[in-house]
Structures are given as C-alpha cells and as structure tokens.
C-alpha cells in the first residue's frame, strides 16, 4: 500500500469509528451531478498513476485520482482509446461549482458512470470496466474482478460501482478495457424533422452501418440530424454513399462532437436560467410532449430537455410512459432542493436493494451521504 493510499485508508477507519460523513472527490468535474453531498472531504487525486498497461492485450489499470486527459493522451500514443468517450465537463463556469479545464478523473468517470455521444452504438462504461480495487466502509481494501472478461463469475461488484456516484466505497484504482482508434471517420448531415429523424435512425439502426453517434437539433431555425460513422474505411465509405446526406469535414467536426460529449454545444449554453434534464429511453420511443424539441442523442435512446422548475412532473411522466426515466441534470439555479430530487424515485423491491448494498459495502453510512437520494 502507497503513502497515499495509507493515508486515506486512515482518514476512511476513523470516519467510521466515530460515524463522521466523507465528501469523495477528485476533479471536481461532475460537483453539478446529482445531490449534494455531505462531509469532510476525502480528496482522491493524490492516488495517481497508470500501473499496468498492455496495449496488444487492450487493457490499463490506472488509479482512481489520475486525471482522464492523461490517461487518454496515453492510449492515443498507442493508437487506442475509450470508445465509450467520457465527458470531462470542461470549461467550469457552466456547471454549478465545477472545476474549469480537464479536471475529470478516471475515478470519477466510473463512480458518475456518464457516458459520451458513442454509447449507444458502443456500449456504456460499466461494459469496459474489468475490475475495481476500493476501500469499503471499515477502510478495508477489496478487489472485484480483474483484467480479462471471464474473472467475471456470480454478482459482478466491479461495475455496480458504475454510477454509485460513491455511495459504496472510494474506489483506487481501476481496470479498463480499451480499443483501438477506428481506422475511417465521417460525418453525415441531414435536414429533418423529429420524427423523421427518430424513423430513419430506427431504420438505419437495423442494418449493417457502422453507426456511431447522433445528434438531432432544432435551433429555432433549422432542425437538423448529424450522423458519426466509424469502422473500417471501406465501410465508411460505402455507408456514405448509401446513406446520403452533406458529408462534413472531420477536422471541422471533432470539436463539436467533444462539445456535444460534454453538453457545451451553443444548444446547451443558451438554457438560461432553464434545468437541462436528461431523459433516457427506448430507441423506439416516439416523439414525446415535451415543454420544446429536445436535442437527441444516442440515435433516439437520449433526449436532452431544457425546462422550468415546474415542468418536472411533466418530463417524469413523459420519460415514464415509454418505459424511460427522466434525470435532472444541471439546475438552472443553485437552490439544489427540487421535489422529487435529481433522480427518479426508486420502486419498492429496487430501493430495499439499493439500501441493502449500501450496508454491506458502507455500515456505518459514511460515504457520499446524500449524494444519490437525500436519505442514502
């Protein structure tokens, strides 16, 4: 165990002892992102460093408090990456009391568990992740999984980390699986209506198109859909022939894909003092009643709405009818008591789950009090 690890490993025995709270946090990156935690800050940044990296076997094990632009800068050297494309949230003064420039941390990548425009067509964050060292509740320190797929057998308590939002235990060091860059990109434009584009995002989801990302947008003037392909070269070209559409320059359209990963596009700015919610659904699912056109991602599965605080009930219902759920993301104003708080209520049989895990992992509750619900 390294002195930064022992360190912490101490501050997490004492908490415990005398049932002090612990705010975990690294970057800062995501502080907007769901309730408001209470406690004594448990800083994760000074466990830092890339252990073990094996580019020809596709897997780095790096600790939680490495910053997310470092570790991505080495796996670009060795021509590979995250293809789920985590947010990093950059530029602060967007988000209530987030930390400006590339703050974010591979550990919280993994505790917020967001995943960027890729998602639907590559897979989430938890599906990369092979394996967890943390230190629970009684500063024990636990590992979970490995770095291969098949050290996976029975409950697999590496990615229930995914979107614990660290409720169950401070993570320290993570085993991921990576990718290589696709060899062939392009971009595709498309002038259309919502429903237009939810149809042929569906029709083109069921065939053999190397998709990879979407973004439909109405901006008062024009409602357009852009298409991201990647695969092989020869695939990318001959989806853009089938598919048609204004092809884009890629160079022109690598900086408004990071924009649109870390909800930056001029879309999102010019919320005001609106909530932005994050409405997560079925592909299928048609247009819905909401207060305005959202911006769609995820080619039909992510719909991004601006709203006023009273149009809450409204987005949940909608959400809800097509088998969704509705996520408030960034509030418009600081005030971080909402009815109903930040994420949708959990069922009964789910939120005795959710509270037995808790115990397991954090008895004495010490971890990120509040952070997912108000009395977790």
């Known amino acids: 165990m390294n ?51 094996e580019p020809s076997e596709l897997v780095v094990t790096v600790r939680a408090g490495t910053k997310l632009a470092e570790l991505e800068a080495v796996l670009a050297e060795r021509g590979q990456c995250l293809p789920f494309e985590p947010p990093h949230f950059e530029g602060g003064a967007t988000y209530s009391g987030s930390a400006a420039g590339s703050a974010a941390t591979v550990g919280g990548m ?37 770095q291969v797929m098949k050290n996976v057998a029975g409950y697999d308590v590496s990615r229930l980390m995914c979107g614990a939002l660290g409720t169950l235990g401070l993570i320290t060091e993570v085993s ?33 198109l190397p998709l990879n990302a979407s973004c439909w947008v109405d901006d008062g003037q024009t409602q357009t859909l852009y298409l991201r392909l990647r695969g092989a070269v020869a695939a990318v070209e001959a989806a853009c022939q089938s598919l048609g559409g204004e092809r884009q320059d890629n160079a022109a359209t690598a900086p408004d894909w990071h924009l649109c990963r870390d909800q930056q596009l001029p879309w999102f700015l010019e919320r005001g003092a ?27 599965g992510l719909r991004w709405v601006r ?30 008591e909402r009815a109903g708080g930040r994420f949708d ?32």
Not at 276 to 298: C, G
Not at 308 to 325: K, T, W
């Open 3 to 53: 002195s930064a690890l022992l360190l912490i490993s101490e501050q997490v025995r004492a908490a415990a002892a005398t049932g002090t709270a612990l705010r975990i946090r690294g970057g800062g990156s995501k502080d907007f992102y769901g309730e408001r935690a209470t406690g004594e800050l448990l800083d994760t940044r000074p466990l830092t460093g890339i252990t073990s990296y």
């Open 274 to 300: 609106r909530d932005l919610w994050r409405l997560s659904v079925p592909q299928t699912a048609p247009v819905l009643d909401l207060p305005e056109p959202p911006l769609v991602e995820w080619h039909g």
């Open 110 to 146: 993994v505790a917020a568990g967001l995943s960027g425009p890729a998602r639907a067509s590559v897979g989430a964050v938890r599906d990369y992740v092979l394996g967890v060292t943390l230190l629970n509740g009684r500063a024990e320190l636990l590992t979970f999984g490995g």
């Open 176 to 208: 991921l699986k990576v990718l290589p860059l696709a060899p062939a990109e392009a971009t595709l434009k498309f002038q259309m209506g919502q429903t237009e584009a939810l149809a042929q995002l569906n029709r083109w989801g069921g065939q053999p």
């Open 307 to 336: 709203a006023a605080p009273e149009d809450a009930a409204r987005l949940r219902a909608a959400a809800a009818v097509v088998g969704g759920s509705a996520t408030l993301f960034i509030a418009g104003t600081p005030c971080p």
């Open 345 to 376: 209520a959990l069922k009964p049989p789910l939120d005795r789950i959710h509270r037995q895990l808790k115990k397991e992992f954090d008895p004495a509750g010490i971890f990120n009090r509040g952070r997912l619900y108000p009395d977790f």
